[in-house]
């Protein structure tokens, strides 16, 4: 008898088995971003785990990768992007097709990755928001420690969105400066002008840099924040103010996100600046005073 219901009990599991639906993929791999890793590889991020991955680089060399075991990552060495490092190639991309376990397949152009094997660390030194004729907005840049910018940017909080100004690839050494001044124009994007001065540019722009409220910070060839600053004009509203105005929503919901500390700047003028340090403690100052 015991053996009877044992045979049952085993029936019963195979029909379960059998009636459990297999579960297919049929969804192709998604790209998710670039990457770096600590042994100078680039890593391209996919959804889903990879069996392989095929790169045609803006020359047409093509070069093939299969992962031992399955994951969403693709190891890259850096050297096959060596060429495309300078102003001509920086803005060509490279065609990835991934297959993933189940055979499907998607194609994306992606950006040729920045290589910097030498980032500067850069931090806000001075900023000037108020403008005449006669003085436009500007912005300068300290180098803490020499490097390389190359790959780095400059994001702007403007009302609702990000403008990413990239910053002109440069080496730097400590204690140098990088200037910047904003033209207003027609261009609908930031757009970076040579100036004659070494490490002077012009930023052409349609918009300009907001005076009573905003949010800008840098990153660096890999995407990380390398400095930010976050500020309000007390002689307009407090804080708090601020906050509850419907045309700032969205840049305090961002900082709130971020964990940004906001800084006060009454006092600026036209021909004042804001100035932006640490001091021995490395906490951030923040004081307004007269400029060039």
């Known amino acids: ?31 998710c971003g670039t990457f770096y890793s600590p042994d100078d590889r680039i890593i391209f991020q996919f959804d889903e785990p990879l069996k392989a991955l095929t790169l045609i ?13 399955p994951i969403a990552n693709m190891y890259v060495e850096s050297k096959i992007f060596e060429s495309y490092q300078n102003d001509r190639c920086i803005n060509d991309t490279v065609q990835l097709t991934a297959v993933d376990t189940s055979d499907n397949s998607s194609t994306a152009a992606v950006a040729i990755p920045y290589l910097n094997r030498n980032p500067s660390d850069l931090n806000f030194l001075q900023i000037r928001l108020q403008h005449t004729k006669k003085a436009s907005q500007k912005l300068e840049l300290y ?92 002689n307009k509203h407090s804080l708090e103010e601020y906050k509850a105005i419907a045309y700032h929503k969205k840049l305090f919901t961002e900082l709130n996100e971020r964990q940004e500390k906001v800084f006060d700047i009454r006092g600026n003028t036209s021909n004042k600046c804001i100035f932006i340090h640490k001091d021995n403690t490395k906490s951030r100052v923040v004081t307004i005073r007269n400029t060039k």
């Open 1 to 31: 008898m015991r053996n009877f219901f044992l045979i049952i009990l085993f029936l019963s599991l195979c029909s379960c088995f059998q009636k459990t639906p297999a579960v297919i993929d049929f969804d192709a791999p998604v790209f």
């Open 57 to 69: 680089t803006p020359k047409e060399e093509t070069f093939y990768f299969e992962n031992s075991f």
């Open 143 to 234: 180098c803490v420690s020499a490097g390389s910018t190359h790959g780095y940017a400059l994001h702007i909080f403007h009302r609702s969105t990000f403008f990413t100004i990239e910053l002109p690839s440069v080496s730097l050494a400590e204690k140098d400066v990088i200037r910047f001044i904003f033209k207003l124009t027609e261009d609908e994007n930031p757009v970076v002008q040579k100036l004659s001065s070494k490490n002077y540019y012009a930023v052409c722009w349609n918009k300009r840099l907001p005076k009573t409220a905003g949010f800008m910070y840098i990153t660096s060839h890999k995407g990380e924040t390398v400095d930010s600053f976050a500020y309000y004009d007390g």
